[in-house]
């Protein structure tokens, strides 16, 4: 049974080019992304390391640590690290998890339970399920999985983009639509009355149908509630 939004992110020891960490003590507070690769030096994922890290100081700015992973050992991640930086203009700035005994990408059931062997000996193509994109909220809770194929490089301005969403619903009544972008309008959740969102939203909401209930963004720059 592949994991699902709402569980527990399984926690794991494991050594990173950061040195030796406890998951869930790695991330506090904070929200996380992991995200797997299956095979160092691979060009898809050497263009995505290198756009995460490009990246980067906008999921500090968010208060989300990244992290990530695959099944290759902590000087194929180095060697790999210099080519990314050559590649992308910009150095690893996060840590890579150096899975070879397999247990990070067991527990996240990227690969099946019954994976041995030399990791070394191991093809990107027997790896391709090794290829997930994970956001834990600070309650160590799922909750985004995306699944790529090797041939697809991820969206990581859409991984903000849901972090973005993810914090604010987690802190106010709404949802997003689709196309959502931070500031745009939002949803009242239907889990509040309209007695209870006439105290937020005084001004009232549009309604284009019984169901839907649009208002500014909590705490957005037009918006009347924070």
């Known amino acids: 049974m592949a994991l699902q939004i709402g569980q527990t992110a399984p926690n794991f020891q494991a050594q990173t080019t950061e040195g030796e960490i406890d998951f869930h003590d790695w991330l506090g507070e904070s929200w996380g992304v992991l995200f797997s690769h299956p095979k160092d030096f691979t060009p898809v994922c050497t263009t995505e390391l290198g756009r995460l890290a490009v990246l980067k100081s906008e999921f500090d700015e968010r208060g989300a640590k990244v992290v990530g992973i695959s099944v290759d050992p902590l000087d194929r991640h180095a060697e790999w690290a210099k080519d990314i930086a050559d590649v992308a203009g910009a150095e690893v700035n996060y840590p890579l998890i150096a899975d070879t005994d397999y247990t990070v990408s067991k527990l996240y059931d990227m690969l099946p339970a019954d994976t041995a062997g030399d990791a070394s000996a191991r093809t990107p193509a027997d790896n391709q399920t090794v290829r997930n994109v994970y956001i834990i909220g600070p309650d160590k809770k799922v909750k985004l999985v995306l699944v790529y194929p090797m041939s697809t490089g991820r969206n990581f301005d859409e ?40 105290e937020i939203y005084p001004d009232g909401w549009e309604q284009p149908k019984p169901y839907i209930r649009v208002v500014p963004q909590p705490g957005a720059a037009n918006g009347s509630a924070s």
């Open 159 to 198: 991984i903000l983009r849901v972090i973005d969403s993810l914090k604010l619903t987690a802190e106010h009544q709404v949802s997003t639509p689709a196309d959502w972008k931070n500031g745009d309008k939002v949803f009242l959740a239907g889990s509040i009355s309209d007695e209870q969102a006439r």
